[in-house]
């Protein structure tokens, strides 16, 4: 696992340029099988799709990834179901990518590898 992991993420309140696509991708190796896409906007966002057993394994996890954003203070888009979560992440306050999204995407991987 990266040194990701045991970095906590900053407060943003705008005003920071977010990752070229260069620096998106060095990060991006940092991470384990997050796809980096772009919205219609050309906004940046990782994303990455976890499958369970079941509905309640799904939802233990999102728990623990709701855990995690608050102790960071980084919230992702979650979408859930039946044996299935997907976690979008990107900075809103900057419209791209930022070292926190990485540092959040290491710590939610760090949730099934327990």
Same mark, same amino acid.
């Not at 993420?9 to 998106?24: K, L, M, N, R």
């Not at 060095?26 to 906004?43: F, H, M, P, R, S």
């Given at each position: ?35 980096? =896409?772009?919205?219609?906007? /050309? %906004?940046?966002? !990782? +994303? ?5 057993? @079941? #509905? ?5 996890? =999102?728990?623990?990834?709701? /855990? %995690?954003?608050? !102790? +960071? ?5 979650? @979408? #859930? ?5 997907? =976690? ?27």
């Amino acid at each position: 696992m990266s040194d990701l992991i045991n970095k906590k993420c900053v407060p943003c309140e705008g005003g920071v340029i977010p990752f070229d696509v260069s620096e998106i991708h060095k990060y991006q190796k940092k991470v384990d099988g997050w796809d980096i =896409i772009q919205n219609e906007n /050309k %906004i940046y966002f !990782l +994303e990455k799709k976890f499958n369970f057993k @079941n #509905f309640l394994e799904s939802q233990s996890f =999102i728990n623990h990834v709701g /855990k %995690i954003s608050e !102790l +960071e203070g980084h919230h992702p888009d979650i @979408n #859930f179901g039946w044996g299935y979560a997907v =976690i979008k992440i990107t900075t809103h306050a900057i419209d791209g990518l930022s070292e926190n999204d990485f540092i959040l995407a290491a710590k939610i991987d760090q949730i099934t590898n327990v």
